[in-house]
Protein backbone atom coordinates (compact mmCIF):
# COMPACT_ATOMS: atom_id res chain seq x y z
CA UNK A 1 0.00 0.00 0.00
CA UNK A 2 1.68 2.68 -1.35
CA UNK A 3 1.66 6.19 1.12
CA UNK A 4 2.80 9.53 0.48
CA UNK A 5 5.94 11.07 2.56
CA UNK A 6 5.31 11.70 5.89
CA UNK A 7 2.31 9.65 6.67
CA UNK A 8 3.50 6.72 8.46
CA UNK A 9 5.13 9.15 10.80
CA UNK A 10 2.01 10.89 11.52
CA UNK A 11 0.25 7.91 11.82
CA UNK A 12 2.79 6.32 14.53
CA UNK A 13 2.00 9.36 16.20
CA UNK A 14 -1.53 8.74 16.47
CA UNK A 15 -1.61 5.52 17.55
CA UNK A 16 1.19 6.68 20.69
CA UNK A 17 -1.71 9.36 21.21
CA UNK A 18 -4.35 6.75 21.26
CA UNK A 19 -2.13 4.70 23.68
CA UNK A 20 -3.57 1.31 21.97
CA UNK A 21 -1.67 -1.79 20.54
CA UNK A 22 -2.55 -4.04 17.39
CA UNK A 23 -4.27 -7.25 17.87
CA UNK A 24 -5.67 -9.68 15.49
CA UNK A 25 -3.72 -12.95 13.85
CA UNK A 26 -2.97 -14.20 10.58
CA UNK A 27 -3.81 -17.56 9.01
CA UNK A 28 -3.78 -19.53 5.37
CA UNK A 29 -6.98 -20.44 4.28
CA UNK A 30 -7.57 -22.12 0.64
CA UNK A 31 -10.52 -20.82 -1.26
CA UNK A 32 -13.22 -23.09 -2.89
CA UNK A 33 -11.51 -23.39 -5.69
CA UNK A 34 -8.55 -25.34 -4.11
CA UNK A 35 -6.00 -21.94 -4.87
CA UNK A 36 -4.01 -20.22 -2.15
CA UNK A 37 -5.41 -17.58 -0.32
CA UNK A 38 -4.79 -15.50 2.55
CA UNK A 39 -6.54 -14.04 5.02
CA UNK A 40 -5.23 -11.20 7.31
CA UNK A 41 -7.56 -10.18 10.35
CA UNK A 42 -5.29 -8.09 11.59
CA UNK A 43 -4.68 -3.73 11.70
CA UNK A 44 -2.64 -2.30 9.87
CA UNK A 45 -1.62 1.54 10.36
CA UNK A 46 -3.62 3.19 8.09
CA UNK A 47 -5.94 0.55 6.74
CA UNK A 48 -8.18 -0.03 9.81
CA UNK A 49 -9.18 2.41 12.25
CA UNK A 50 -8.94 2.23 15.84
CA UNK A 51 -9.93 3.73 19.12
CA UNK A 52 -8.56 6.38 21.21
CA UNK A 53 -10.40 6.43 24.09
CA UNK A 54 -7.20 8.09 26.06
CA UNK A 55 -8.14 5.63 29.29
CA UNK A 56 -10.08 2.30 29.52
CA UNK A 57 -13.70 2.60 28.73
CA UNK A 58 -16.45 0.57 28.67
CA UNK A 59 -19.09 0.24 25.62
CA UNK A 60 -22.12 2.31 26.88
CA UNK A 61 -19.70 4.80 28.86
CA UNK A 62 -19.24 8.37 27.92
CA UNK A 63 -15.25 8.55 26.69
CA UNK A 64 -15.53 6.23 23.43
CA UNK A 65 -13.49 8.03 20.58
CA UNK A 66 -12.93 7.08 17.11
CA UNK A 67 -9.21 7.23 15.29
CA UNK A 68 -8.95 10.91 16.88
CA UNK A 69 -7.76 11.71 20.72
CA UNK A 70 -9.25 15.28 20.00
CA UNK A 71 -12.19 14.16 19.04
CA UNK A 72 -15.98 14.65 21.26
CA UNK A 73 -16.15 12.12 23.67
CA UNK A 74 -19.16 9.48 22.45
CA UNK A 75 -20.69 6.51 23.81
CA UNK A 76 -20.28 3.40 22.29
CA UNK A 77 -23.09 1.14 21.44
CA UNK A 78 -23.67 -1.99 23.74
CA UNK A 79 -24.21 -4.72 21.54
CA UNK A 80 -24.82 -8.37 23.45
CA UNK A 81 -25.35 -11.57 22.27
CA UNK A 82 -28.76 -13.15 22.43
CA UNK A 83 -29.53 -16.08 24.98
CA UNK A 84 -31.97 -18.92 24.44
CA UNK A 85 -34.63 -19.75 25.90
CA UNK A 86 -33.97 -21.13 29.54
CA UNK A 87 -30.78 -19.96 29.96
CA UNK A 88 -29.65 -17.54 33.00
CA UNK A 89 -27.20 -15.15 32.60
CA UNK A 90 -24.26 -14.98 35.00
CA UNK A 91 -22.06 -12.58 34.02
CA UNK A 92 -22.05 -9.83 31.07
CA UNK A 93 -18.95 -8.01 30.45
CA UNK A 94 -19.67 -5.45 27.38
CA UNK A 95 -16.88 -4.52 24.97
CA UNK A 96 -14.05 -1.78 25.85
CA UNK A 97 -10.37 -0.89 25.46
CA UNK A 98 -7.38 -0.90 28.00
CA UNK A 99 -4.38 -1.03 25.74
CA UNK A 100 -6.22 -3.06 22.99
CA UNK A 101 -9.33 -1.79 21.18
CA UNK A 102 -11.92 -4.73 21.98
CA UNK A 103 -14.90 -2.62 21.84
CA UNK A 104 -16.56 -5.13 19.15
CA UNK A 105 -15.97 -7.61 21.68
CA UNK A 106 -19.44 -8.28 24.04
CA UNK A 107 -18.89 -11.38 26.15
CA UNK A 108 -21.53 -13.30 28.26
CA UNK A 109 -21.24 -16.06 30.77
CA UNK A 110 -24.26 -17.90 30.69
CA UNK A 111 -25.97 -21.21 32.60
CA UNK A 112 -28.33 -24.05 30.99
CA UNK A 113 -28.79 -27.50 31.61
CA UNK A 114 -26.49 -27.28 34.05
CA UNK A 115 -23.52 -26.01 31.87
CA UNK A 116 -21.53 -22.96 31.33
CA UNK A 117 -21.38 -21.20 27.81
CA UNK A 118 -19.44 -18.70 26.99
CA UNK A 119 -21.40 -16.59 24.21
CA UNK A 120 -19.77 -13.66 22.07
CA UNK A 121 -20.99 -11.33 19.30
CA UNK A 122 -18.34 -9.34 17.36
CA UNK A 123 -18.28 -7.89 14.08
CA UNK A 124 -18.86 -11.22 12.37
CA UNK A 125 -21.64 -12.43 14.23
CA UNK A 126 -22.38 -14.68 16.99
CA UNK A 127 -20.21 -17.35 18.72
CA UNK A 128 -21.10 -20.19 21.43
CA UNK A 129 -18.45 -22.03 23.51
CA UNK A 130 -18.96 -24.57 26.18
CA UNK A 131 -16.54 -23.53 28.82
CA UNK A 132 -14.84 -26.88 30.27
CA UNK A 133 -14.68 -25.62 33.72
CA UNK A 134 -15.51 -27.87 37.24
CA UNK A 135 -16.74 -27.77 40.54
CA UNK A 136 -15.84 -24.06 41.71
CA UNK A 137 -15.76 -23.23 38.03
CA UNK A 138 -18.22 -20.50 39.52
CA UNK A 139 -16.01 -19.09 42.04
CA UNK A 140 -13.04 -18.99 39.58
CA UNK A 141 -15.38 -15.62 37.84
CA UNK A 142 -16.84 -14.53 40.95
CA UNK A 143 -13.36 -13.89 42.06
CA UNK A 144 -12.57 -11.36 39.33
CA UNK A 145 -13.63 -7.78 38.81
CA UNK A 146 -15.21 -7.01 35.79
CA UNK A 147 -11.89 -6.18 34.13
CA UNK A 148 -10.18 -8.94 34.94
CA UNK A 149 -12.89 -11.16 34.15
CA UNK A 150 -13.90 -9.30 31.11
CA UNK A 151 -9.79 -9.74 29.66
CA UNK A 152 -9.67 -13.56 30.54
CA UNK A 153 -13.31 -14.58 28.69
CA UNK A 154 -11.22 -12.28 25.58
CA UNK A 155 -8.15 -14.73 26.05
CA UNK A 156 -10.07 -17.68 25.96
CA UNK A 157 -12.11 -17.06 23.35
CA UNK A 158 -9.69 -15.72 21.11
CA UNK A 159 -7.34 -19.35 21.49
CA UNK A 160 -10.44 -21.30 20.91
CA UNK A 161 -10.52 -19.52 17.71
CA UNK A 162 -7.02 -19.77 16.81
CA UNK A 163 -7.15 -23.28 17.49
CA UNK A 164 -10.26 -23.77 15.73
CA UNK A 165 -8.68 -22.27 12.41
CA UNK A 166 -5.43 -24.45 13.00
CA UNK A 167 -7.54 -27.21 12.82
CA UNK A 168 -9.73 -26.52 10.39
CA UNK A 169 -7.16 -25.56 8.10
CA UNK A 170 -4.69 -29.15 8.83
CA UNK A 171 -8.40 -31.49 8.19
CA UNK A 172 -8.82 -29.06 4.91
CA UNK A 173 -4.52 -30.08 4.13
CA UNK A 174 -5.48 -33.80 4.45
CA UNK A 175 -8.28 -33.62 2.01
CA UNK A 176 -6.85 -31.97 -0.24
CA UNK A 177 -3.88 -34.07 -0.26
CA UNK A 178 -6.07 -37.41 -0.42
CA UNK A 179 -7.60 -36.13 -2.91
CA UNK A 180 -4.62 -35.51 -4.62
CA UNK A 181 -3.25 -39.07 -4.47
CA UNK A 182 -6.65 -40.43 -5.60
CA UNK A 183 -7.45 -42.09 -1.83
CA UNK A 184 -10.95 -39.98 -0.80
CA UNK A 185 -13.40 -42.04 -1.34
CA UNK A 186 -17.49 -41.56 -1.61
CA UNK A 187 -20.58 -43.82 -0.85
CA UNK A 188 -24.34 -42.86 -0.97
CA UNK A 189 -26.21 -44.48 2.01
CA UNK A 190 -28.82 -46.44 1.74
CA UNK A 191 -32.37 -44.97 1.54
CA UNK A 192 -31.39 -41.66 1.57
CA UNK A 193 -29.57 -38.79 -0.28
CA UNK A 194 -26.55 -38.88 2.40
CA UNK A 195 -23.64 -39.51 1.14
CA UNK A 196 -20.71 -41.22 3.34
CA UNK A 197 -16.74 -39.15 2.52
CA UNK A 198 -13.75 -41.49 3.76
CA UNK A 199 -10.10 -41.28 3.13
CA UNK A 200 -8.22 -44.34 2.12
CA UNK A 201 -4.72 -45.47 4.02
CA UNK A 202 -2.27 -44.49 2.09
CA UNK A 203 0.20 -47.63 0.72
CA UNK A 204 3.65 -47.16 1.70
CA UNK A 205 5.44 -49.49 -0.81
CA UNK A 206 8.06 -52.43 0.22
CA UNK A 207 12.01 -51.62 0.05
CA UNK A 208 12.91 -53.99 -2.02
CA UNK A 209 15.56 -56.10 -0.43
CA UNK A 210 19.03 -55.27 -1.64
CA UNK A 211 21.71 -58.07 -3.60
CA UNK A 212 24.16 -57.75 -1.31
CA UNK A 213 21.81 -58.75 1.85
CA UNK A 214 22.52 -62.47 1.04
CA UNK A 215 24.04 -64.37 3.72
CA UNK A 216 27.39 -65.35 3.16
CA UNK A 217 28.76 -68.91 2.63
CA UNK A 218 29.81 -70.37 5.79
CA UNK A 219 28.07 -68.21 8.05
CA UNK A 220 27.27 -69.97 11.13
CA UNK A 221 23.60 -69.55 11.82
CA UNK A 222 22.12 -70.78 15.34
CA UNK A 223 18.22 -71.93 15.88
CA UNK A 224 16.52 -71.39 18.68
CA UNK A 225 14.72 -74.77 19.45
CA UNK A 226 12.48 -73.12 21.55
CA UNK A 227 13.75 -75.38 24.86
Not at 5 to 17: F, H, M, S
Not at 49 to 55: N, R
Not at 203 to 208: A, L
Request: net charge positive; proline share 6%.
Amino acid sequence: MSRKPGVRAELLERIRNCGNRFLGYERAERSTDGSDRRRVNAWRIGEIEMCCCGKPTINGELGYRWNNPNAEPMIHPVNAPDVSEGETILYDEPGRCGGIDSHSFHYRVTKLHGSLFLLVRHGAGDERIRLSLYGKQAEVLAGLDSNGRYWLLNAIFHAQSEARHEGEDKQATRYRQAFIDGRLRKRKERNGTAYKVWIEPKIIPREPVPPDSTIPAGTEILLNSGQ
